[in-house]
């Protein structure tokens, strides 16, 4: 049975800057058709005994959590998941990759490309915060090296434009890379509008991280309660650099 998951949630619990209670998590995510969430949250990683308690109550409603963090690097956001214990505040880049090779996790580079494609007067684009230039095409996007460090990319967020996911699968499917959905939800409406869609049956933590290193998934737009479509270059043939070449390339 195929395992739907949203693998970018916020909760008030440890992100300043999320409206989703816990207890209004518990209440939608089903209701929104996931089967589980990962709390990848801003400021640290659940403890891990409020994380058991927690994880208890979601039973009850039949609802899987996932442990993780959202760790800031100075060239992109990683979403972290598979520690035993993880580190707060900032983490190069490199020294992340090997915190996550140490421990065993996995780390997910969250929306690539968000505000990278065109000047934002309001924002800096995460993965370009260190001073490296905005990318003008898909080879100069697909250079950076952020893409070495990680496990897979994030391409279809809730919160990105259209072309900056579209951008971020066209990277990922250049590199070889996993592409994989996440909402980066901060409110119980957002739940489920970018998921990731396991073919087989996600249990816990070892599942999830075994799926991720193998394949076996694909990203798609939701909610799954609507209905689910796959997210894909077919629906990414636009006039933006070179897309159009990318276009019958698959996840």
């Not at 190069?92 to 934002?120: C, K, Q, S, T, W």
Request: glycine letters at 12%.
């Amino acid at each position: 049975m195929a395992t739907i998951l949203d693998l970018h949630v916020h909760t008030t619990r440890h992100s300043g800057d999320s409206i989703l209670t816990p207890e209004d998590l518990l209440l939608h995510a089903r209701a929104a058709g996931l089967h589980g969430v990962c709390l990848s949250e801003h400021e640290e990683a659940w403890p891990k005994e409020e994380f058991r308690e927690f994880q208890r109550l979601a039973w009850d409603y039949d609802l899987l959590l996932i442990r993780a963090r959202e760790i800031p690097t100075g060239m992109g956001h990683v979403i972290c998941l598979g520690l035993d214990e993880y580190p707060v505040g900032e983490v190069p880049a490199d020294r992340l990759r090997r915190i996550l090779d140490g421990g065993g996790g996995v780390g997910i580079l969250a929306h690539p490309f968000r505000y990278a494609l065109e000047p934002n007067p309001r924002a800096w684009p995460p993965t370009y915060e260190s001073g490296w230039s905005l990318p003008k095409s898909l080879e100069e996007a697909a250079s950076h090296p952020i893409f070495e460090l990680v496990d897979a990319v994030e391409v279809c967020n809730g919160h990105n434009r259209h072309v900056e996911n579209c951008v971020a699968l066209a990277v990922a499917n250049r590199l070889g890379l996993k592409a994989l959905g996440g909402t980066d939800a901060h409110g119980p409406q957002e739940l489920g509008r970018c998921v990731t869609v396991f073919e087989g049956d996600i249990r816990g933590e070892e599942d999830l991280i075994e799926a991720i290193r193998t394949g076996g998934f694909y990203p798609a737009k939701g909610p799954p309660s609507n209905g689910l479509a796959r997210f894909d270059m077919v629906g990414c043939i636009l006039d933006h650099w070179d897309l159009k070449g990318e276009a019958g390339q698959l996840p």
